[in-house]
């Protein structure tokens, strides 16, 4: 089956303790992407991939790292997570590019207290 | 970042009736999205748009891309219990780019 996986899909942790969010698609996508959603604010991008080793800054990059090491894998990394980043996060990924259909993984609802 | 417009922000309608959503920006876009989101998962495209005027439809969804390329419209005629969810406008800045922006939803409701 297509998809897009994410884990963990909770995770609480405390200010300043390092955290990977994983992120996995089998459709051979190119392009794969984070999303945080707040409410009323939509979605907002963080980074986005191109390809493997090819990355760059959405509208929200502040606070977080990606890596591209492997098509399939795009891993959101909190260096040291505030309460701020406490939010809904999505993983997306596309055939070729931010104009085409992106599937998105079922969320993750991360709270840094 | 890029701001999107979307009303009306909330919703509640009767089954059967049409509904009308729109998204502006202050800004150009290339492309415009449509997508949905059930409750407790992520969204899912519904229609995309990639020429100023275009109206496309997808079953009982039509979605317009302005004229100004500063909005996009969707319309959904003969709502079911099934169309309740968060609908979302996303825009492409410019052809190429690949960064996206996503209004900020509006929530429709569908009364049995």
């Known amino acids: 089956e297509a998809q897009v996986t994410q884990n963990p899909r909770y995770l609480i942790t405390v200010t300043g303790k390092k955290l990977t969010v994983t992120c996995s698609q089998n459709?051979?996508?190119?392009?794969m992407s984070w999303y945080r959603q707040d409410p009323g604010l939509g979605l907002r991008q963080i980074y986005y991939s191109m390809n493997v080793e090819v990355t760059d800054k959405g509208d929200v990059p502040e606070g977080y790292k990606v890596s591209r090491k492997e098509k399939r894998n795009f891993p959101l990394i909190l260096e040291s997570p505030s309460p701020n980043q406490t939010s809904l996060y999505f993983c997306a990924s596309s055939f070729g590019g931010a104009a085409y259909e992106q599937y998105f993984g079922p969320g993750t609802r991360l709270t840094v207290t | 970042g890029q701001q999107l417009n979307q009303s009306p922000q909330s919703m509640f309608i009767q089954e059967g009736e049409d509904v009308s959503m729109n998204c502006t920006s202050s800004s150009i876009f290339n492309t415009w999205l449509w997508y949905k989101q059930d409750p407790g998962e992520g969204p899912v495209l519904l229609i995309a748009?990639?020429?100023?005027?275009e109206l496309t439809s997808n079953g009982r969804l039509t979605a317009q891309f302005g004229i100004t390329r500063k909005d996009s419209f969707l319309n959904i005629s003969a709502s079911i219990p099934s169309d309740v969810g968060i609908y979302f406008c996303?825009?492409?800045?410019?052809?190429?780019?690949?960064?996206?922006?996503f209004g900020t939803g509006t929530r429709l409701t569908v009364i049995p």
């Open positions: 459709m051979n996508h190119e392009y």
């Open positions: 996303a825009g492409q800045p410019r052809t190429g780019a690949n960064n996206l922006f």
């Open positions: 748009l990639y020429k100023a005027g």
